[in-house]
RNA sequence: GGAGGGGUACCCAAGUGGCCAAAGGGAGCAGACUGUAAAUCUGCCGGCGUAAGCCUUCGGAGGUUCAAAUCCUCCCCCCUCCA
């Protein structure tokens, strides 16, 4: 199967099982992938990761960019080569940066200005450079740069986003145009939280030779209702034919939502960094590890889980390891958020495999779903 | 025995007449986190009360003052130096 071919091979209403080839390897869909901004998924090392069967890992062109340079990622033979990682990686463009380092750039039809983080230099990101700074990282899928607007832009402010959006993502595949390479691209459909934008910004994202189409721009503050909406408006009108990414989401009910709606690829921090600030997700739901009603729990973290984790310690240990703030802690709870994240994602392709998807679907609800807040 | 320094809330520590139930940190307890400027941030943290407020508290006892953690007297304890 040639890199950029996606297959689909199974259908549970909107659900969808498949895969997708890249030059890295296949990718199973429904897809989680773990976010390693720099290159690395904090605190886990490859070898980890493919432990708990990952696929594919995120990565970040802004970041990596800055730090330690996508010059030297290239000569050092690419960013899979660098990190010793030999499976797929997805690059994240920096529009998400755009959203949430707004305090440090300046943006334009042109491109954006941003202030470096780290030491406050100034540097210019365009659609064409961030491809370029992609080709030098050498990452599977590339992302074109988008601008994700904020939950409150008014509809004449994300209109003009959503035409800025289309236009950086026809000049991103004149810089690298379908087939140049055995680098895929994924197009991003803005619009905020207007259907009607939405859908305009599907029709002009969609009318193009990506790869994938990505809906980004959600999960960005609002509450969670209005982001199923605008889920449920836009993924349905997204070309059935190519994978559909939803950037940056989301929860384990979030991701089973999603894939309702006919979602096949994810990311989101919130596993690693979840873990890392101790919240733990189980099958029996969240839970904060520090709490004091588990400092005598013998019990296994999650005793429907076989990570190494859960095999090894108990509760009591991971509470200890975690308020004493010993480094084993970030490792053990990201190792298990991420295992628990992959393996429920095993469980939607198995379940739209076997057409019994909404089982699974009613279950995590039922395990996730928060109260309604009553008004 | 002499000289000096010090005892403040669970711990460390500021405060040296009213704006002090008492700064800051830590510990403790709870919460948040969605394409990672995040191993970060927020809240609570003497007692009762929804609150206004009331009560108890700055080593101990007594005193001065309208008012004391803060000034005075005596006592107890700790530290440093000298003998």
């Known amino acids: 199967m040639p890199a950029g071919q996606f297959q689909i091979t199974h259908t ?26 720099q290159a690395s998924v904090k605190s886990l090392s490859p070898q980890d990761l493919v432990d ?47 959203f949430s380092l707004s305090a440090l750039r300046k943006l ?25 700074v992609q080709v030098s990282l050498g990452s599977d899928i590339m992302m074109v740069l988008d ?14 986003s959503v035409g800025l959006t289309t236009d950086w993502a026809k000049r991103s595949l004149q810089t690298y145009p ?9 197009g991003i459909v803005q619009g905020g939280f207007y259907p009607d934008l939405r859908t305009r910004s599907v029709e002009e994202i969609a009318a193009l030779p990506f790869s994938g189409l990505a809906i980004g721009g959600l999960s960005v503050g609002e509450p969670k209702e209005i982001m199923l909406d605008i889920l449920a408006h836009t993924a349905p009108q997204l070309p059935g034919d190519k994978p559909r990414y939803l ?14 709606h006919g979602v096949d690829m994810f990311d989101c921090v919130l596993p690693t960094r979840n873990a890392r600030n101790g919240t733990l997700y189980t099958s029996q739901g969240k839970i904060n590890i520090k709490r004091q009603e588990f400092r005598t729990d013998e019990n296994a973290l999650d ?31 990201t190792l298990h958020n991420l295992a628990y994240y992959l393996q429920l994602m095993r469980r939607v392709r198995e379940n739209i495999a076997t057409g019994t998807f909404a089982e699974l679907h009613r279950e995590i609800r039922g395990v996730f779903e928060e109260p309604r807040e009553s008004r």
């Not at 310690?313 to 308020?323: D, E, I, N, P, V």
Request: glycine share 10%; aromatic share 10%; proline share 5%.
């Open 12 to 37: 549970d209403g909107p659900a969808r099982r498949g895969r997708l080839q890249t030059v890295h390897g296949e990718i199973q869909t429904p897809a989680f992938m773990p976010v390693g901004t």
């Open 108 to 132: 334009t039809s042109e491109g954006v200005e941003f202030t470096s983080h780290i030491d406050g230099s100034r540097h210019w990101f365009t659609p064409e450079r961030v491809m370029d």
């Open 303 to 333: 005793p429907a889980c076989d990570c190494y984790t859960c095999r090894t310690f108990s509760r009591a240990y991971l509470r200890h390891l975690y308020t004493a703030r010993e480094l084993l802690a970030y490792r053990l709870n």
């Open 147 to 160: 601008e994700c607007v904020a939950y409150d832009t008014n509809w004449d402010d994300t209109r003009k």
């Open 178 to 186: 379908l087939g140049s390479g055995n680098q895929l691209v994924f």
């Open 52 to 98: 708990i069967g990952a696929e594919i890992i995120l990565g970040n062109t802004y970041h990596l960019y800055l730090r330690p340079g996508h010059e030297l990622v290239a000569q050092l033979g690419g960013l899979h080569s660098f990190a010793s990682w030999d499976r797929p990686i997805l690059t994240d463009s920096g529009g998400y940066q755009v």
């Open 247 to 260: 950037m940056g989401v989301g929860t384990p009910l979030d991701l089973v939502d999603g894939v309702a």
